[in-house]
């Protein structure tokens, strides 16, 4: 069955930078796009961009571009998300999503469990 | 970008009543709409795709529909494990979430 499993928790300081990866299995890994979701405390869900698997190419949404770098190791089928210049309000749960459809866009049939990242100084 | 609004952000129903939640967008989207479930301390679990097609094994109860920039969430008779926040998300040419109805018992 279709599993992403998304790295620990992380605690980081104002400035700092974050790495969170989404090993995925059960499925061709480079034929669907993955996405990536953020969730802060008590809010709602906000899409933050997606990576090709295949090529490695990628777009980010337009309040996280300049920070957001996603990169992919297809040798073991893990999806990286690395936000940088954390401020507070990048406290949040952070979600990896595959896209169904093999198209870039569409619906999130599978997510992580997420990881918590928390920004504090 | 395309602006996803839900409303009512808030929904208290008495359980066995049925609910609807509304989702409208900024600009026609046609049927490009996925509807989610979210409890605490879970991540989001897909309803409906296309605007009306239910994931398998989804109760008979829930039922998406509309169309163009319209559309609804229904809940035929609320049992005790739908009270949650519910989202509705475009994937017209790009993709956003709306800000979510909290269905929560009356």
């Known amino acids: 069955q279709v599993q992403l499993v998304q790295s620990g928790a992380e605690g980081k300081k104002p400035g700092a930078s974050v790495k969170v990866s989404c090993k995925a299995s059960?499925?061709?890994?480079?034929?669907?796009?993955m996405h990536w979701v953020r969730q802060a405390p008590g809010q709602g869900l906000e899409w933050m961009g997606w990576i090709n698997t295949h090529t490695g190419v990628t777009l980010s949404a337009q309040p996280f571009q300049g920070r957001l770098t996603m990169t992919r190791d297809t040798s073991i089928s893990t999806a990286y998300m690395d936000l940088s210049s954390l401020k507070s309000d990048d406290t949040a749960m952070y979600y990896c999503?595959?896209?169904?459809?093999?198209?870039?866009?569409?619906?999130?049939?599978?997510w992580g469990q997420g990881t918590l990242v928390t920004v504090s100084s | 970008e395309i602006v996803m609004t839900q409303s009512p952000a808030t929904l208290s129903v008495f359980p066995g009543e049925r609910a609807s939640l509304s989702c409208r967008a900024s600009?026609?989207?046609?049927?490009?709409l996925a509807w989610y479930q979210q409890k605490p301390g879970q991540a989001p679990r897909l309803l409906i795709s296309d605007a009306s097609t239910r994931v398998a094994g989804l109760p008979a109860r829930f039922s998406g529909s509309g169309s163009g920039t319209e559309f609804t969430l229904t809940i035929s008779s609320l049992q005790s494990e739908d009270f949650a926040v519910y989202y509705c998300q475009h994937y017209h040419n790009s993709l956003t979430f709306g800000g979510g109805t909290k269905v929560e018992i009356k």
């Open positions: 999503a595959v896209a169904d459809r093999g198209y870039i866009y569409g619906w999130f049939h599978y």
């Open positions: 600009q026609s989207i046609s049927t490009n």
């Open positions: 059960g499925y061709p890994f480079t034929d669907y796009y």
